[in-house]
């Protein structure tokens, strides 16, 4: 964790064997695990926490009060915005853009891990959406706003609905 342009904001606790990649800025009251890796030039806002094994991309930004239960992998130019939560083995593609307060899940009803959804690249996740253990999203997706995924989705379509539904 040598890195000269690494800014940690106050009250941050960052774990001196995750790797921090060069002009990555962390806010106030965050937590790194040991074995996170964050890229070049991303930002982590305010109250974050990245458990052990989660990898961040170059040209993130992981807004306040964002939670990774471990092993994720956020692709590059990814927006995960505040209150999201982000269950063990969740997987985000590039370009991706997540709002607001998104749940993933990676347990079954039994309460067997199953492993996080996988995100594929340039989708659109919109605020409250839920995704359940399990399933992919194709590329260039778009889930609306409190939709609730407990299926795989389609590339190139939109999702809406509680349970989410195919509408184009």
């Keep these: 964790m040598k890195n000269e342009t690494l800014k940690v904001g106050q009250f941050s606790i960052v774990h001196e064997n995750s790797k921090i990649g060069n ?19 991303t930002e982590i806002k305010d109250y974050v926490e990245l458990r052990t094994g989660t990898v961040v991309g170059e ?34 593609g590039d370009n991706t853009y997540l709002c607001p307060r998104v749940m993933t899940n990676n347990l079954d009803t039994e309460g067997h891990s199953i492993g996080g959804a ?13 995704l359940q253990h399990g399933i992919i999203i194709g590329e260039n997706t778009i889930l609306g706003s409190m939709s609730f995924v407990n299926k795989d989705c389609d590339a190139n379509s939109t999702y809406i609905g509680i349970p989410a539904i195919k509408k184009k």
């Design 23 to 41: 002009n990555v800025k962390i806010g106030n009251f965050c937590v790194i695990h040991e074995g996170v890796e964050i890229g070049d030039n």
């Design 118 to 130: 996988k995100v594929g690249e340039n989708c659109f996740i919109g605020t409250n959406a839920v």
């Design 59 to 92: 040209n993130c930004i992981i807004d306040s009060r964002v939670s990774s239960s471990g092993n994720n992998k956020i692709g590059n130019n990814v927006t995960v915005r505040y209150d999201s939560i982000l269950a063990r083995g969740v997987e985000i």
